[in-house]
């Protein structure tokens, strides 16, 4: 068990050379990153990049604040948005694992709420008309995406706006708890029945109300309790709290309109103090240290440093393509979302999955999975390559720069055996 008191500063572990990297070549990704940084396109960049257990390179460069002038710190915290959503599903699978929840349970078991779900059909946002959902949604469509529910923010449906008519899943901040938030959203139409479709959308939020319903716990108790603190991930959390975490804390910008502007000031951000709801879909703040320790516990099939999360076949499970039919989310119907290129891509239980690389047109392997955040942070890891990046850095949206597609191609063409 690693102190949880004194994280280790990320350094690299290894010679490059050793897991069969190119030194040199390591040199393109700073390239790609310090450009978006010097272009004014990102306030800043931290990056790394591990194999086979090592650390092989580890890269920080630009500002936490750039009007401050505020350099960005190896243990600088970020807004990590949909990054929660692999730490949520890792809980909902640890409550399987035990036997206390099943893919094919109903919501409405663990969320009365969601009894009786109706289905957009016709009219708008205003005088919307429904129908009776075919089947019930069940866990297995909150982890996959299949759920029928929506994101207040996507701006593609009628339902998106009748979310962001009740304040729900969109990036104004809003009062109500979790429970609240669950009561709600189960009055409201679906996109489509459970199943017959992929939406990107609040799911993950109801499967972090699910893990309280089935633990017991609220959402943030759980999560200290059986996985940041057996991982050592002592800066993850739904707020900043303390004043050494506050000096950490970055600050958030907006590319809006052909500029780029701060949005949310490290100083007088809402994350300086508990929220409302704690969204298992979106609320956390983290480190790049406790990410990575995270992302290496998921490599290893579950474990680090003897502190065992999941079983390795149940990892396995949750990074397989669970889509109907073993389709991709494009055969889907998911239209309009650009976290990431959609082509060739199937979805598991948490994270994207690559389906076929040359569908995707990046570079890749067959089963390597990940998943981004709105501030344009992401991870990757391919098992076959024994291979974990991750990148983070505050700017929204996340589709304003095709920073994810170069960093693959920068990082896979270091590889040399």
């Not at 005088?127 to 207040?152: F, I, K, Q």
């Not at 996109?191 to 939406?199: H, L, T």
């Not at 389709?327 to 994270?351: C, H, I, P, R, Y």
Request: charge should be negative.
């Amino acid at each position: 068990m690693v102190d949880t008191m004194t994280p280790a500063p990320i350094t690299a572990t290894v010679d490059p050379r050793e897991v069969g990297v190119d030194p040199d070549r390591l040199a393109r990704i700073d390239a790609v990153t310090h450009d978006y940084v010097d272009s004014g396109k990102f306030p800043c960049v931290q990056f790394v990049l591990a194999r086979r257990g090592e650390v092989v390179h580890h890269d920080l460069y630009g500002h936490a604040d750039v009007e401050d002038g505020r350099p960005i710190r190896d243990d600088s915290i970020y807004r990590i948005y949909s990054m929660t959503k692999p730490i949520t599903s890792v809980a909902l699978m640890m409550l399987y694992e035990e036997g206390k929840v099943l893919l094919e349970n109903p919501v409405s078991r663990f969320i009365p709420a969601f009894g009786g779900l109706r289905v957009f059909e016709s009219g708008n946002e205003v005088n919307p008309v429904t129908r009776e959902a075919d089947r019930e949604m069940t866990v297995h469509d909150v982890l996959r995406h299949t759920s029928g529910l929506t994101y207040g923010f996507q701006h593609q449906h009628a339902v998106d706006a009748i979310y962001r008519k009740h304040n729900l899943g969109d990036f104004k901040p809003n009062k109500l708890s979790l429970g609240e938030q669950m009561d709600l959203l189960g009055t409201l139409p679906l996109q489509f029945s459970p199943g017959d479709g992929w939406c990107y959308s609040m799911s993950t939020d109801v499967c972090g109300a699910i893990v309280e319903a089935v633990s017991g716990q609220p959402l943030d108790e759980f999560f200290q309790d059986r996985i940041f603190e057996p991982l050592g991930m002592t800066d993850t959390a739904f707020w900043v709290d303390g004043e050494d975490r506050r000096d950490r804390f970055t600050s958030n910008y907006v590319f809006f309109g052909g500029n780029t502007a701060k949005m949310d000031s490290w100083d007088k951000s809402g994350y300086l103090k508990p929220p409302p709801m704690l969204s298992g879909g979106g609320g956390l703040v983290s480190t790049m240290a406790d990410y990575h320790r995270f992302t290496q516990m998921l490599i290893n099939g579950g474990e680090l440093d003897g502190a065992r999360l999941l079983g390795p076949r149940t990892i396995d499970f949750m990074t397989s393509n669970h889509l109907p039919e073993g389709k991709t989310l494009n055969e889907m119907g998911q239209v309009g979302f650009a976290e990431v290129a959609m082509e060739g891509l199937g979805f598991g239980l948490g994270f994207s999955v690559n389906e076929s690389p040359a569908q995707n047109g990046g570079i890749g392997s067959v089963g390597d999975y990940g998943w981004g955040g709105a501030a344009s942070t992401v991870f990757s890891i391919d098992p076959a390559e024994e291979l974990v990046f991750i990148m983070m850095t505050q700017l929204l949206p996340s589709s304003t720069y095709p920073i994810r597609r170069q960093l693959k191609a920068a990082v896979y063409q270091a590889l040399i055996d």
